[in-house]
């Protein structure tokens, strides 16, 4: 059973691991998510898949690829290489309901047959699929796939805090491209009247430089007509 406060400690991680992202392009906010999400829920497996489109020859091909994995060393390798989602009929089946899927008998389910090694190697005994479909978008562009071992069973209260999980995800980084932009944009609010400054700085700096050099010649031609001792006589 997991516990209310689980909750509040996801949705943490799910903050703190945006504001990395925000601020630093090289790190993966989804990994750090899904590691957390997977301790939570007691899995040993997760895996985030992105659903892509794009037009090849006037058709529509939709794609998946992994974005995030645990355990890393096991996905690391395999990060975003776009495969054919029909390639993956049980993400292409949970893209289809756009609701929470559970297959419960991973080793004889006709969808999975196409990973049935790791699935015995594994001894995995059910997995839940998790569509995100981000708040303005049409198409459902991430499932979360958790993968149960030894026997192991999600229970209604395991589900209700993924579908919990999941209604905070699509509000979040459905807005991720508006953080993002907003981040830009307060930057560029604040270089703007630095690089104003800067401008009128070296402007300054080089009119100063040029009365500068004409005093300096005047000073020396000065200079030149002035003897160097005066004789004074009484």
Known sequence: MIERKSFLRM????????????????????????????????????????????QIDGQTHISCEIVAGVPLNEYEWK?????????????????????????SDPRNDPRTQYFK????????SEIAYLPLRYEDDEQWTEIIVLDAVHEKRFDEDEIQFCLEVAEFLNIILGRETLLLQHFRDAIINRMVPLEGFAVKLRDNLQATLSYVSIIYREAEEISSLLPRKLNRRL
């Open 11 to 54: 949705m943490r991680t799910i903050i703190l691991s945006l504001r990395k992202g925000l601020t630093d392009p090289t790190v993966n906010a989804k990994q750090d998510i899904i590691e957390e999400l997977s301790s939570i829920m007691g899995v040993e497996r997760c895996v985030v898949f992105g659903i892509g489109q794009e």
């Open 79 to 103: 990060l975003h290489q776009k495969l054919s989602l029909s390639s993956h009929p049980d993400i292409e089946d949970a893209v289809g309901t756009g609701l929470v899927m559970i297959i």
């Open 117 to 124: 090694e790791i699935i015995k190697e594994s001894d995995i």
